[in-house]
């Protein structure tokens, strides 16, 4: 049986080096950078006519008028495409900067229910280009209002770095209009972590689950201020308004949704490792169906 492994202490000078670095480290910054996003081409894929096509795109334009003023529209309908490689296909010909389209496309029949269709499914990971869902489905569409987009959630599982949410979110909106962004921890799976910290007699649990909770809160929220003097210094201010908070993401945003004027969702769908769609952004996109969704 072998001896067990002694681990020599840290000497004074190797406790002051690794203080020193975490002084560092808590100093450092993650600051938003703005960039300019320029949809010149929007792609408005449907099920249906021509007509119904261009009415849809009408809608949007409405909602997104900064959008539709400058973009050349193309619609795709229902004739031109048979399947999932026909429409990837089109969009590779057309090559838009924006995919409008419905969740459940071209399934009528079969009475879809908490899917976003093969074709949007699809689309999210083969393409690059961001795709905006409108409310409701294919064969149930909601209206997606009458007022331009005033209210936009970024939501998010780590906010702090993530520029393309943002800039998108700002690319969507007017001036005087309000983006929250809303960074929820997953407290699920903080206590999961905290259990096997509470097994290490040398760490004092109480005061890990203290710290880590305060930074893990304070990176986002350093980055959201951020957010707000970038877009001052680029003349492209927006009222930004802050949730960061620990609870268990799906339901906190949809309480979220409910509790503000949200007109419009913008998240994430690319996993690095994974090539279906990110976890929580596909649990929302097929939840929230009453509200229209940016999907990135």
């Not at 009408?58 to 495409?81: C, M, R, S």
């Not at 590779?92 to 879809?112: G, K, W």
């Not at 649990?205 to 001052?232: D, F, H």
Request: charged share 20%; net charge negative; glycine share 4%.
């Amino acid at each position: 049986m072998s001896e067990p492994t002694n681990h020599p202490a840290p000497s004074r000078s190797d406790a002051a080096i690794d203080e020193f670095e975490s002084i560092f480290k808590r100093a450092e910054r993650t600051l938003y950078h703005y960039s300019d996003i320029s949809i010149q081409k929007v792609a408005v894929v449907t099920d249906g006519d021509q007509a119904m096509a261009r009415e849809l795109g009408d809608n949007v334009k409405q909602f997104l008028p900064h959008i539709g003023e400058q973009a050349d529209w193309q619609y795709v309908t229902g004739d031109q495409y048979h399947n999932v490689n026909d429409l990837l296909k089109i969009m590779a010909e057309c090559n838009p900067d924006l995919i409008v389209t419905f969740r459940c496309l071209d399934e009528s029949s079969l009475v879809p229910q908490h899917t976003l269709g093969v074709y949007v499914d699809v689309m999210t990971q083969t393409l690059s280009t961001p795709i905006l869902l409108l409310p409701g489905t294919a064969p149930q569409p909601h209206p997606l209002g009458t007022h331009p987009c005033k209210g936009v959630m970024v939501v998010t599982d780590n906010l702090a770095g993530d520029d393309q949410l943002v800039n998108h979110a700002v690319a969507c909106t007017a001036s005087k209009s309000t983006i929250w962004l809303c960074h929820i921890e997953d407290d699920v799976l903080f206590r999961r972590y905290l259990e096997a910290i509470g097994r290490i007699p040398e760490i004092n649990t109480e005061q890990a689950e203290e710290l880590i909770a305060e930074q893990l809160v304070a990176i986002p929220a350093q980055y959201a201020q951020s957010c707000v003097e970038g877009l001052k210094t680029a003349g492209a201010e927006r009222n930004i308004e802050q949730v960061v908070e620990f609870g268990h993401r799906v339901n906190r945003y949809q309480q979220l949704v409910a509790q503000y004027p949200v007109d419009l969702l913008v998240t994430n769908t690319k996993d690095n490792d994974q090539l279906a769609m990110h976890g929580v952004a596909y649990a929302l996109s097929v939840e929230l169906t009453n509200v229209a969704q940016l999907l990135l």
